[in-house]
């Protein structure tokens, strides 16, 4: 019986990375002596253990077989006769399907050293095919390591995954938990990269992929290409360390510049209205979790006015507030501001004049929100015991009072 570090943990170590997790695999034993020793019983597919003192995972080395379309279609074989490498081919990458004893000694029987040290993603053998997560996985790999490139002969084995339907069977579940962890790297555009390269976004994302070849107009937008646009402002949003809420509004805040009029183009007018029906679409697709539908709903909608907020009088700046519920939920009305950031910094043509410009209309906003906030909607309602019908009215006149005095009357069109 041996016991291997195999993985990630393996590849980052020789990356210089720092090393969280720990995934181990055990050569030549049984289930049943895996128990005697302690080890707890956790998984449901094949035999992993949890390790009595670290809770570490232990999986009993495997092979595994193809047996219907999707991710779950496998049969798993393990026994104590199945070798390390037998194990180890089975793994998605090279750079994935390396180990190393308890001496430190690393068995890398696929070429992995090798591939770290050119910066390439290559697949192990042609069993990768058999997993259409395994594209996905990649691409996230690819946002965490964007130096890395995508093998000519992997990216040649993904495409036909795709056009063989593969990708197809992919459950939303686990689309989006991949794309999530992927737009939480710190260069999430390289991970759409490699969707692109492939075919597999216009499977995954079709609303996003038709952004590219999409123009706008270069006065304010230099990098003119939408698509383009969008990748700029997910890196941007990355760079500034904003959460999966916001990341997720930043790439879906303009899906409606491609069902414009093609004849206006590169004018997008009423973009913001058509992108609405498309990301409601995305999310009850991908089953995306409410936090991030609803924000990503809202700034699709709202960032065009948001832009244009140091130009708003005092009355459509309150009425912005009310339509975004910010009276209630403030905190989602600054991600949609801090989304809205992006959008406007994530512009790099020739010069990084945009991207370095500062964004007045945050503060400006939460100012305002901040005097609107303050107003006692309470006392009015008092007041208005007697014509209750009129305490909306009244509210609403007071928080634009309160927001005129707050922004010194600097709201004129």
Not at 177 to 191: D, F
Not at 238 to 253: G, I, N, W, Y
Not at 258 to 271: C, E, L, Q, S
């Amino acid at each position: 019986m041996q016991t291997y570090v195999v993985g990630g943990a393996v590849r980052d170590a020789l990356l210089g990375l720092a090393v969280k997790d720990h995934d181990h695999v055990v050569v030549g034993a049984t289930p049943e002596q895996m128990i005697a020793k302690g080890f707890r019983p956790v998984g449901k597919d094949f035999p992993v253990f949890l390790h009595p003192q670290t809770q570490e995972e232990y999986a009993l080395a495997r092979t595994e077989r193809k047996t219907a379309p999707g991710y779950k279609g496998f049969v798993f074989h393990t026994s104590a006769d199945v070798t390390l490498e037998e194990d180890l081919v089975r793994r998605d990458l090279t750079i994935n399907a390396m180990a190393r004893a308890d001496d430190g000694a690393i068995t890398d029987p696929y070429g992995g050293r090798r591939d770290i040290e050119q910066r390439v993603f290559r697949h192990v053998s042609d069993a990768f095919a058999e997993d259409p997560v395994r594209i996905l996985r990649v691409a996230r790999f690819a946002a965490r390591f964007s130096d890395f490139t995508v093998a000519p002969e992997t990216n040649a084995l993904m495409k036909r995954m795709v056009d063989e339907g593969e990708v197809d069977a992919l459950v939303a579940e686990r689309v989006w938990q991949e794309l999530a962890r992927g737009l939480m790297e710190h260069k999430p555009s390289r991970m759409f990269d490699v969707l692109r390269d492939c075919g597999a976004l216009t499977r995954i994302l079709p609303e996003l992929d038709a952004l590219w070849g999409v123009p706008q107009p270069a006065q304010w937008h230099p990098e003119i290409d939408t698509g383009v646009h969008v990748m700029q402002v997910i890196d941007c949003a990355a760079r500034l360390e904003r959460d999966l809420p916001v990341r997720f509004a930043c790439l879906t805040h303009d899906l409606g510049k491609a069902v414009t009029p093609a004849d206006n183009w590169p004018a997008h007018h009423g973009h913001e209205g058509l992108g609405v029906k498309l990301v409601e679409q995305v999310c009850k697709r991908l089953r995306v979790p409410t936090e991030c539908r609803d924000l990503a709903v809202m700034t699709t909608r709202e960032h065009g006015n948001v832009g244009r907020a140091l130009q708003l009088r005092a009355n459509t700046i309150v009425t912005l507030f009310e339509r975004c519920d910010a009276f209630r939920k403030p905190a989602r009305f600054t991600q949609m501001l801090l989304a809205t950031e992006c959008d406007s910094r994530g512009r790099i043509g020739a010069n990084a004049s945009f991207a370095e410009a500062p964004f007045p209309q945050l503060a400006h906003l939460e100012t305002a929100l901040a005097a609107a906030r303050g107003v006692n909607a309470g006392e009015i309602a008092q007041a208005c015991a007697d014509s209750p019908q009129r305490i909306p009215e009244r509210v609403h006149a007071a928080r634009v009072g309160a927001v005129k005095a707050a922004l010194k009357e600097e709201d004129v069109e």
